[in-house]
C-alpha cells in the first residue's frame, strides 16, 4: 500500500476507535435508542440523494438494516447507557469475528482451518479475562448486551457476504434508511414520549455535533474511505487495520474519559485482539464450489479474510 493509502487506513480505524468515546458523550443528551435512530437518520440524509439506486436486492437491504441497525446497534447503545465502558466495548465488540466465522461455518459453509480455530479459541479466552475484569468492577448484564451485539454485527456480516455489495458506501447508506423507524418505534415504546421530547427539546451544539460525528464522520467518511481503499488494495492487506480500531478505543477513552485499564484489561486486549488477527486473518479450509460443465468439480480457491469494517 501507498503510505498516504496506509495513513487513510490508520485513520479510518481512529475515527471508528474514537467514535466510542463520542458514543458515551451522546448517551449524555439522548436516550440509547432515539439516539441510535437519530444516528441512521443523518448517515441516511441527505446522502441516500446522491449515492445512486442500490446495487443489491431490497432483502439484503433490510436484512442488514434490521440486524445491523436495529439489534446490534440498540443492544451496543444500551449496554454502554447501562454503564459498558467505551474502551472496553471498543475491545469486546471485535469478537464479532469469532462469531462471523462461526455463522459463515453454519450458513456458507467456511470450514474453519486449523489457525482460524486457534484464533477463535485465543479471542474467546480473552473475553473470558475480559468478564472476569469486568464482573469484579462493573455491570455484567451491559457486558454481556455488547456480547449480544457482537453476535448480531456476526450475522450481518454473513448477509453482507451473501448480498456481496460492489459499493460499501452506497450499501451502508441505504442500509442506514432501514433500522430510523423501528428504532423510533422501539424508542417511543421503552423510553417513552417524554424522554424522547426532553432530550429533542434539550438539543444543543453539542449534541448536533456528536450526531454529525457518529453520523457522517463514522458512517459516510468511515464507508466511502474504506470502500476505496478496498477498491485499490487486496481485502488481506486492508482488514489488518481494523485491528487497531480497539487500540485507539481504549486509549482515546483513557485519555478523555479518565477509564482506567487494569492489568486484566491488557491482557484480554492482548487476546482479543492476537486472536482476532488470527481469526481474520487465517484462510478457511479449501471448499468445492459448484462443478464444471463436465461434471468434474470446479476449481477450489481459498477465501480472503473478512474485510467488514469496524466501525460503532
Not at 198 to 206: E, M
Amino acid at each position: 500500500m501507498r503510505p498516504l493509502h496506509i495513513a487513510l487506513a490508520a485513520l479510518v480505524a481512529a475515527v471508528w476507535g474514537v467514535n466510542f468515546v463520542v458514543i458515551e458523550a451522546g448517551l449524555g443528551h439522548f436516550p440509547p435508542l432515539l439516539f441510535s435512530a437519530l444516528r441512521f437518520l443523518v448517515a441516511a440524509l441527505p446522502a441516500v440523494f446522491f449515492v445512486g439506486r442500490p446495487k443489491v436486492a431490497w432483502k439484503w437491504i433490510v436484512g442488514v438494516g434490521l440486524v445491523l441497525g436495529v439489534a446490534k446497534f440498540g443492544l451496543l447503545f444500551i449496554g454502554m447507557d447501562r454503564g459498558m465502558p467505551a474502551g472496553l466495548s471498543s475491545l469486546v465488540l471485535q469478537v464479532q469475528a469469532v462469531f462471523t466465522a462461526l455463522f459463515a461455518a453454519v450458513v456458507l459453509g467456511e470450514r474453519p482451518g486449523g489457525a482460524r480455530m486457534l484464533g477463535m479459541g485465543i479471542a474467546l479466552a480473552g473475553i473470558g479475562v475480559a468478564a472476569v475484569d469486568e464482573g469484579a468492577s462493573g455491570p455484567v448484564l451491559a457486558f454481556v448486551l455488547v456480547i449480544a451485539a457482537a453476535a448480531c454485527w456476526g450475522v450481518s456480516n454473513v448477509l453482507t457476504r451473501k448480498a456481496a455489495p460492489p459499493d460499501s458506501l452506497n450499501f451502508m447508506v441505504w442500509v442506514s434508511t432501514v433500522p430510523v423507524l423501528p428504532l423510533l418505534g422501539l424508542s417511543l415504546l421503552f423510553e417513552g414520549w417524554d424522554r424522547d421530547a426532553d432530550a429533542l427539546a434539550a438539543l444543543d451544539w453539542s449534541g448536533i455535533g456528536i450526531i454529525v460525528y457518529v453520523a457522517w464522520i463514522t458512517t459516510v467518511f468511515g464507508f466511502g474511505a474504506w470502500g476505496f481503499l478496498l477498491r485499490h488494495h487486496p481485502a488481506s492487506s486492508v482488514a489488518p487495520f481494523t485491528l487497531l480500531v480497539p487500540v485507539f478505543g481504549m486509549s482515546s477513552a483513557a485519555l478523555f474519559l479518565g477509564e482506567s485499564v487494569s492489568p486484566l484489561r491488557w491482557c484480554a486486549a492482548a487476546l482479543l485482539v492476537g486472536g482476532v488477527a488470527l481469526t481474520s486473518l487465517a484462510g478457511t479450509r479449501r471448499t468445492r464450489t459448484a462443478g464444471g460443465p463436465d461434471g468434474d468439480p470446479a476449481p477450489e480457491r481459498e477465501p480472503e479474510p473478512n474485510p467488514a469494517p469496524s466501525p460503532a
